[in-house]
């Protein structure tokens, strides 16, 4: 009996000892960037990156840097809308504006609408918003889970923080996530069994605006060495017959939308809505896009979803998600003038 209770003693332990080992490298390595203060989240150009919440990188951005930068227009929307480059839109808006990219990974209504009332409450001028919305966006209105789409805490008054880091800190745990990343951490080479934790897209990165260039890609492209076999497969053959996405402006999102033009309404904002241009050619629901152009005015929304000239070229898109800077930039120009 008394060697039992040695053994498991001895076990417990190791076992506390091992915890608190893991406890200390996750605060140590900080693999999500989501416990200390960074001046940037991402290098320019760096072979690869942890996966971060795109969400938290843009809220904790502007949270630490609002007050100095005086940032007074916004670009929303998920990871499409970062490719609607500031230096365009200020042909349209002014020089002069202080623009941030307020943009998250598969942005949903629910965390949009926090956003916009988040920047409301922080007393800030909010002269011009770009809107860049799809379908998948006014379909969200709840919050999501998981490493890459948990909502900021300070976006829900903080109601979130526990269930927020202990997300990160189950996800840091994970066996296939611990070893690879500790090893990409400490020796920044990336081993081989580690690449659907990391994103290896040459970029750079704006760490004061919060913008994300591929110019790399833009250079692959116009060398002709982009549109490889390999990389143009994905690009499936569309239906030529016209189809519409289901209704998904119901009762939540009706109050969010509401809430969203009242903001605007109150800050005398120059607001401009996109319906995003997506590969795959599905139109918005005609009743979603009247409501829009209802709520917001038909001269601020503009819907380039379906089949049309900038959905029938494969190459204006890196890959079925997302469409170019040449296209956001024909789009402003559309818009504005």
Not at 156 to 178: E, G, I, Q, R
Not at 199 to 210: C, E, F, L, M, Q
Not at 282 to 301: A, I, Q, S, T
Request: proline share 5%; with cysteine.
């Amino acid at each position: 009996m008394k060697r039992f209770l040695i053994k498991t003693i001895r076990f417990a332990i190791t076992g506390v000892i091992a915890f608190l080992m893991l406890i200390g490298s996750y605060f140590i390595l900080d693999p999500f960037k989501v416990i200390y203060q960074y001046d940037r989240f991402v290098e320019n150009n760096a072979k690869s990156y942890i996966v971060l919440n795109q969400d938290y990188v843009s809220t904790k951005t502007f949270e630490t840097k609002y007050k100095s930068k005086k940032y007074n227009s916004f670009i929303f929307g998920n990871s499409r809308s970062i490719f609607y480059q500031i230096s365009d839109w200020k042909l349209y808006i002014g020089q002069n504006s202080n623009c941030f990219h307020f943009d998250a990974s598969d942005e949903s209504l629910y965390a949009l609408h926090k956003k916009i009332i988040y920047i409301n409450g922080k007393k800030v001028n909010i002269d011009n918003v770009l809107l860049i919305l799809d379908n998948n966006i006014l379909n969200q209105e709840k919050p999501r889970n998981g490493p890459l789409f948990e909502i900021s805490p300070q976006l829900v008054n903080n109601d979130n923080f526990t269930s927020f880091h202990l997300t990160y800190f189950k996800a840091f745990c994970t066996p296939s996530f611990l070893f690879p990343a500790t090893y990409f951490i400490i020796t920044n080479k990336v081993p081989p069994f580690m690449k659907s934790a990391l994103d290896a897209r040459p970029r750079s990165y704006d760490p004061i605006t919060n913008e994300l260039q591929f110019d790399e890609y833009e250079r692959m492209i116009n060398e002709g060495k982009y549109y490889t076999k390999e990389r143009a497969i994905v690009f499936y053959e569309r239906d030529t017959i016209q189809e519409y996405t289901p209704p998904s402006i119901k009762s939540p999102q009706v109050l969010m939308l509401k809430d969203i033009y009242d903001i605007f309404k109150k800050n005398n904002t120059n607001y401009k809505i996109i319906i995003s241009p997506l590969y795959d050619q599905v139109k918005l629901n005609p009743n979603d896009l009247k409501f829009l152009e209802d709520l917001f005015g038909k001269k601020n929304v503009f819907d380039f979803s379906g089949i049309n000239k900038f959905t029938s070229d494969y190459k204006n898109y890196y890959e079925t998600s997302h469409y170019r800077p040449h296209v956001a930039r024909e789009l402003l120009k559309i818009v504005y003038e």
